[in-house]
């Protein structure tokens, strides 16, 4: 196109129906198209999901693949990437677009080949360090022959898309520096786009928070804890259930929320672990539709975000925090993370957990029932720059008009 809007094909190993695909993928494409541009999108989706039906797509022109999850699970990512670059290869000769914009690793090899082939510029939407992150949370092992050739496989990935990709997206000001200082960086534009968070759904609701207590049967005064999210091993659930024993050391009524697909008897197996109890009577496990995400924050007190620190850190922007703060929950983080210091002004948007020491908790426990919490529209005020969707969407409507022109 050359009235600054671009034609752009989007590939995503994300559905468009997971959490991250309503949550991240979808508003940042909707708002592009909304924008002028041409979107079309080829995404890989769950095998029992039901296509486009009841999602609001608008004017994106919408492809997907699909993926086992049981059954032959294992054998499917095998011919994944294969299938992946013959359906991203005919949607380009079929678009033919100016831009090719990659989300994440996955498919960095099928978009890298595609977009040589056909003249597109690639935006490589990094996202995070995914492969130190694979490497960290135990999910590929360095020192075995399937994970050394897994890592080498995408550190050429990696080091080709540093070097060809028109533009890159990172998620944090820290990620933007490593990247910058690769070896095999030839100079493209670097943008710094957070998780960002659409600030009308996420919002300080007292009403809400109301109504969703007393369904949960809490009462006005009962503190809550929130961790939104899986148990995985990149998070540090182990710190969760010592600052929840430290809370409930000096409010015995004080619960533990925990939305997302999660177990309260293995839960409380793996707090046993490390030396705390978790009664169920004191556990609130949720699984709920993306849409209902803001009620259950807005019933909590305080959101927890305890990741591990590593070098992939430094790549993290966590959509649950950016979801915390747009509800006006204040956030306990682990430090190291990313932007996170920036984010959280001890006492203001939340507290950062220093160390993992019994009196570094204990501090922080005793600052959450101080009620530093009680200002949620001045949390939810002092946040929702940084986590703006229309921010976010502005920043990639710009990187679209100067890679069309």
């Given at each position: 196109?050359?009235?600054?809007?671009?034609?752009?094909v989007f590939v995503s190993n994300n559905g468009l129906r997971d959490h991250i695909?309503?949550?991240?993928?979808?508003?940042?494409?909707?708002?592009?198209?909304?924008?002028?541009?041409?979107?079309?999108?080829?995404?890989?989706?769950?095998?029992?999901?039901?296509?486009?039906?009841?999602?609001?797509?608008?004017?994106?022109?919408?492809?997907?693949?699909?993926?086992?999850?049981?059954?032959?699970?294992?054998?499917?990512?095998?011919?994944?990437?294969?299938?992946?670059?013959?359906?991203?290869?005919?949607?380009?000769?079929?678009?033919?677009?100016?831009?090719?914009?990659?989300?994440?690793?996955?498919?960095?090899?099928?978009?890298?080949?595609?977009?040589?082939?056909?003249?597109?510029?690639?935006?490589?939407?990094?996202?995070?360090?995914?492969?130190?992150?694979?490497?960290?949370?135990?999910?590929?092992?360095?020192?075995?022959?399937?994970?050394?050739?897994?890592?080498?496989?995408?550190?050429?990935?990696?080091?080709?898309?540093?070097?060809?990709?028109?533009?890159?997206?990172?998620?944090?000001?820290?990620?933007?520096?490593?990247?910058?200082?690769?070896?095999?960086?030839?100079?493209?534009?670097?943008?710094?786009?957070?998780?960002?968070?659409?600030?009308?759904?996420?919002?300080?609701?007292?009403?809400?928070?109301?109504?969703?207590?007393?369904?949960?049967?809490?009462?006005?005064?009962?503190?809550?804890?929130?961790?939104?999210?899986?148990?995985?091993?990149?998070?540090?659930?182990?710190?969760?259930?010592?600052?929840?024993?430290?809370?409930?050391?000096?409010?015995?009524?004080?619960?533990?929320?925990?939305?997302?697909?999660?177990?309260?008897?293995?839960?409380?197996?793996?707090?046993?672990?490390?030396?705390?109890?978790?009664?169920?009577?004191?556990?609130?496990?949720?699984?709920?539709?993306?849409h209902e995400v803001p009620a259950m924050l807005n019933a909590a007190d305080l959101?927890?975000?305890?990741?591990?620190?590593?070098?992939?850190?430094?790549?993290?922007?966590?959509?649950?925090?950016?979801?915390?703060?747009?509800?006006?929950?204040?956030v306990a983080s682990s430090t190291g993370i990313g932007d996170i210091r920036r984010?959280?002004?001890?006492?203001?948007?939340?507290?950062?957990?220093?160390?993992?020491?019994?009196?570094?908790?204990?501090?922080?426990?005793?600052?959450?029932?101080?009620?530093?919490?009680?200002?949620?529209?001045?949390?939810?005020?002092?946040?929702?720059?940084?986590?703006?969707?229309?921010?976010?969407?502005?920043?990639?409507?710009?990187?679209?008009?100067?890679?069309?022109?």
């Open positions: 196109m050359n009235d600054g809007h671009a034609s752009s695909g309503q949550a991240q993928v979808l508003p940042y494409l909707s708002g592009l198209a909304a924008r002028g541009h041409s979107m079309s999108v080829l995404s890989v989706e769950q095998t029992a999901d039901r296509g486009m039906a009841g999602l609001d797509i608008g004017t994106l022109n919408c492809h997907q693949m699909q993926r086992r999850t049981g059954y032959g699970r294992l054998a499917d990512r095998l011919l994944v990437a294969p299938r992946l670059a013959r359906r991203l290869d005919g949607l380009v000769r079929e678009v033919r677009p100016d831009i090719l914009h990659c989300r994440s690793y996955m498919p960095l090899s099928s978009a890298l080949n595609t977009a040589g082939r056909h003249g597109a510029k690639l935006i490589f939407d990094m996202r995070g360090f995914w492969i130190d992150e694979r490497i960290e949370g135990g999910m590929w092992d360095p020192k075995g022959l399937t994970g050394r050739l897994l890592i080498r496989h995408f550190r050429a990935l990696e080091d080709r898309a540093y070097a060809e990709a028109a533009a890159i997206v990172v998620l944090t000001h820290d990620a933007k520096r490593v990247v910058e200082a690769q070896p095999a960086y030839r100079g493209a534009p670097i943008s710094v786009i957070p998780c960002s968070v659409d600030q009308e759904r996420f919002g300080v609701h007292p009403a809400l928070r109301a109504a969703t207590r007393t369904e949960l049967g809490l009462s006005t005064d009962t503190p809550v804890i929130l961790y939104l999210g899986s148990a995985s091993p990149l998070y540090r659930m182990h710190l969760l259930y010592r600052f929840f024993d430290a809370v409930r050391a000096r409010s015995p009524e004080v619960r533990l929320m925990l939305v997302g697909n999660h177990d309260a008897q293995e839960h409380a197996k793996a707090a046993a672990r490390h030396g705390v109890t978790l009664a169920p009577g004191s556990l609130i496990c949720r699984r709920v539709a993306h959101g927890i975000s305890f990741r591990i620190q590593s070098p992939s850190s430094l790549g993290v922007s966590a959509t649950k925090v950016g979801e915390y703060l747009a509800c006006g929950l204040p984010i959280i002004a001890e006492g203001e948007n939340g507290m950062i957990l220093a160390d993992d020491s019994d009196a570094e908790i204990d501090r922080c426990a005793a600052r959450f029932l101080s009620g530093f919490s009680l200002d949620r529209p001045g949390i939810k005020a002092r946040s929702g720059d940084y986590f703006s969707m229309d921010t976010a969407v502005g920043t990639y409507d710009m990187l679209y008009r100067d890679l069309a022109r």
